[in-house]
Each structure stands twice: as structure tokens, then as C-alpha cells.
């Protein structure tokens, strides 16, 4: 069972964790370019954002990395170049970054605001706090860049299992723990967040066109490492 409330080997930690997370697969490293428009997806991994398809399972086998690593070296990163661009001088990278970095935010406010309000490490309170705020006030940048593209409304990552969106089992993971065990889970999920959006912002930074999207993406892309530095002093 993948929520078993015993001891495990957490990926990338080397030490047997009472109540934390279970071990993550490795995950697969893409190589190679691809065609611009699925830059976001080919910065997540082979196995993009399954659903529950695929290699088996519960969905989750090939798309959720160790819970210690670092984001994949950079020589796994897809080498591409920037798509033609659209009206308002966005392209389609611009467009998929916005898609993917919104309902990531979303849905990682919801554990934030559960880590404010029950962390027993009140270092960690306080980092939920202030990511709380920064996740906020992007979010509001990233709804206006979906208007700005013509992709309002439209939620293309749905429902989808992927490293660093926060999901529904997750949550109810975390919010039936209790103190170290519950701090264990919040920061295993919060550091996934962070890494992969170093990494995608990386890639829009990269390969996106309109600079309201790559200024955006640059910010988000250093925000992170500093959220993830602070998180790794306490241990996530």
C-alpha cells in the first residue's frame, strides 16, 4: 500500500523514517528535443503526466521522483528552441508553463495553508507563511497571463498525477498525520513543488517568448531556490 504508516527507506535521506513518506521510483530522464509545444511535459520526465495509464499500477510509478533527489541534471534537459509566436508575442511554451504552474500553485496553497496552521516545527509555520504569500501573488500573474494567451479557464493537467502537483490523496495523507509525521510528508511534498518548479520555470525561462512570462518565470525560478534552501536547512 503506498500510504503505509510504517517505517521506510526514503529515496536520497539513507535512513529508515518512523510514519514518513514511502520510497519514490527513480525517475526516467528525457534526452533529446522535442517539439517545442511539449516543453513543460518533456521537462517532467518520460512519463510526463500520467493519469493512472501506462507502466501499471496506480499511475504514480514513473512520473514521482525520489523524495531526496535534486532536479535532474541539466545534460537530461531537452535542448529546444522557442515556437513561433502568437498574437501578444506569446508562444506555445508561454501558454503550457502558465497551464502547468497554476493549478501547481493551487493546489499547493491547500497544503501550505495546512502547514501554517499545524507544523510542529514552527520554522516550518513560518516558511509556509511566507511561500503562501509569493505562491499567492504569482498566481494572480499566472491567471493573467492565461487571459493573455486565450487559455482562461482551460485546465489541460486535470486530474493528472505528476511529480510537484499536490494531490487530493496527499493532502489527506498529511492532514491525518501528526507532529513529526505530519512535518516529515509536508516537506517531502513542498520540496517536489519547489524542485520541479525550478526546473520548469527553467525551461520557459529558456524557450519562452513574451517577456511578461519569462521575467515572471526567472522570478519564480530564484523564489524557489531560496524556499528550497530555506526548506533544506529544516531538514526537507
Given at each position: 500500500m503506498r500510504r503505509q504508516r510504517e517505517s521506510v527507506m526514503v529515496r536520497g535521506g539513507g535512513r529508515p523514517r518512523e510514519g514518513g513518506p514511502p520510497p519514490r521510483p527513480v525517475r526516467e530522464i528525457l534526452a533529446g528535443a522535442l517539439p517545442?509545444?511539449?516543453?513543460?511535459?518533456?521537462?517532467?520526465?518520460a512519463a510526463g503526466c500520467g493519469s493512472g495509464g501506462g507502466g501499471g499500477g496506480d499511475g504514480r510509478e514513473s512520473d514521482r521522483g525520489g523524495a531526496g533527489a535534486v532536479p535532474a541534471a541539466r545534460s537530461g534537459t531537452p535542448s529546444l528552441s522557442a515556437p513561433g509566436t502568437e498574437p501578444g508575442g506569446y508562444n506555445a511554451?508561454?501558454?503550457?508553463?502558465?497551464?502547468?504552474?497554476?493549478?501547481m500553485n493551487e493546489r499547493t496553497l491547500l497544503l501550505l495553508d495546512l502547514v501554517a496552521d499545524r507544523a510542529a516545527d514552527p520554522g516550518l509555520s513560518d516558511l509556509a507563511r511566507s511561500t503562501r504569500v509569493t505562491h499567492r501573488d504569482e498566481l494572480t500573474r499566472l491567471r493573467g497571463l492565461l487571459?493573455?494567451?486565450?487559455a482562461a479557464g482551460t485546465n489541460p493537467h486535470e486530474g493528472h498525477d505528476m511529480k510537484g502537483m499536490i494531490t487530493e490523496e496527499e493532502l489527506r495523507s498529511v492532514s491525518e498525520s501528526r507532529g513529526k509525521a505530519f512535518d516529515a510528508l509536508a516537506k517531502t511534498y513542498l520540496r517536489e513543488h519547489l524542485e520541479q518548479g525550478i526546473l520548469v520555470s527553467r525551461g520557459e525561462r529558456d524557450s519562452g517568448a513574451a517577456p511578461a512570462a519569462t521575467d515572471l518565470a526567472r522570478e519564480v525560478g530564484e523564489r524557489r531556490a531560496g524556499q528550497l534552501k530555506a526548506l533544506r536547512q529544516l531538514g526537507g
Open positions: 517545442a509545444t511539449l516543453l513543460v511535459l518533456a521537462l517532467l520526465g511554451t508561454d501558454r503550457g508553463w502558465a497551464q502547468l504552474m497554476t493549478p487571459r493573455d494567451t486565450g
